[in-house]
């Protein structure tokens, strides 16, 4: 029910926009998570956005260099990675909760439903 797309092979320092679209929900009932899983490792919160966008979270390694937005007349959120590095190399999720919480909105249980994925790759 969503659905990631943006990913890519993308070189040290580049740039590249996931989006997350709903097909069957109206997303701006919910707040919107990213997710991302890199080999080897467990899945890990990288931003949130609350209902409205009035809210956003970021995880530390991700500051000042993803952006987090959204759409709603477009039923879409954006993530704006910036400043791209090889350490971001994974697949990236969305992920829907009922309500936003800034004290827990990394834990995946918050959140009701998720996207398939889509691949980052940062290499050169």
């Known amino acids: 029910q969503l659905v990631e797309s943006g990913g890519g092979l993308v070189q040290p320092g580049g740039s590249l926009r996931l989006s997350c679209a709903a097909s069957r929900f109206s997303l701006d009932d919910y707040a919107i998570g990213w997710f991302r899983q890199a080999p080897g490792k467990g899945r890990e919160g990288v931003s949130c956005?609350?209902?409205?966008?009035?809210?956003?979270n970021y995880t530390n390694s991700v500051k000042d260099r993803f952006t987090v937005s959204r759409n709603n007349a477009k039923n879409t959120v954006y993530l704006q990675m910036n400043s791209l590095k090889p350490e971001d190399t994974a697949v990236y999720y969305c992920?829907?909760?009922?309500?936003?919480?800034?004290?827990?909105?990394?834990?995946?249980?918050?959140?009701?439903?998720w996207g398939q994925g889509t691949q980052v790759t940062v290499s050169s």
């Open positions: 992920a829907a909760a009922s309500r936003y919480d800034r004290a827990i909105w990394t834990h995946g249980g918050l959140y009701t439903y």
């Open positions: 956005i609350s209902r409205s966008g009035g809210s956003t």
